[in-house]
């Protein structure tokens, strides 16, 4: 199966946000990511599963990495720790750094115009955290 046939994924808003987590990915520095459930349920998708494989995209629309999720869990914002936090790879030195940073984006003009309205992010805000592993171009081509 060739990478044409994944399912695609793009971080954040094509730009300086989305090419700095795509960097991170293929230096295993980024090995989390966070999405907003409301932005699935918005958009009628369904929720990411483990063992599921995505092209990360660039700014460009091209592919940058192939990603396998290993681990999908729905959790209240206030369930997200420090680990999964600094596995984000966005230089975050603790969750209160995380948290701050998916609250401005949560809450950014280019979500609210996604869903029609400025989403309410607290506590209990229901997020898609899901840690993944490059997938190397070997592992693609199969045997």
Do not use: C
């Not at 999405?35 to 629309?61: C, K, N, W």
């Not at 948290?99 to 997020?127: K, M, W, Y």
Request: net charge negative.
């Amino acid at each position: 199966m060739g990478n044409d046939d994944l399912p695609t994924l793009e971080l954040a808003f094509p730009g300086p946000e989305r090419d700095r987590g795509v960097a991170a990915i293929p230096s295993g520095q980024k090995t989390t990511l966070t999405g907003l459930l409301e932005i699935y349920e918005h958009a009628g998708e369904a929720v990411p599963m483990t063992g599921q494989r995505f092209s990360v995209l660039d700014s460009d629309g091209r592919p940058a990495a192939t990603i396998e999720l290993v681990d999908v869990r729905v959790v209240p914002m206030k369930e997200i720790d420090d680990d999964f936090a600094r596995a984000e790879g966005r230089g975050y030195s603790d969750v209160a750094q995380w948290r701050t940073a998916h609250e401005e984006f949560f809450q950014s003009n280019g979500v609210s115009e996604l869903l029609g309205h400025t989403p309410v992010i607290d506590d209990e805000t229901l997020v898609v955290a899901e840690r993944f592993r490059v997938v190397e171009p070997d592992e693609l081509r199969g045997p």
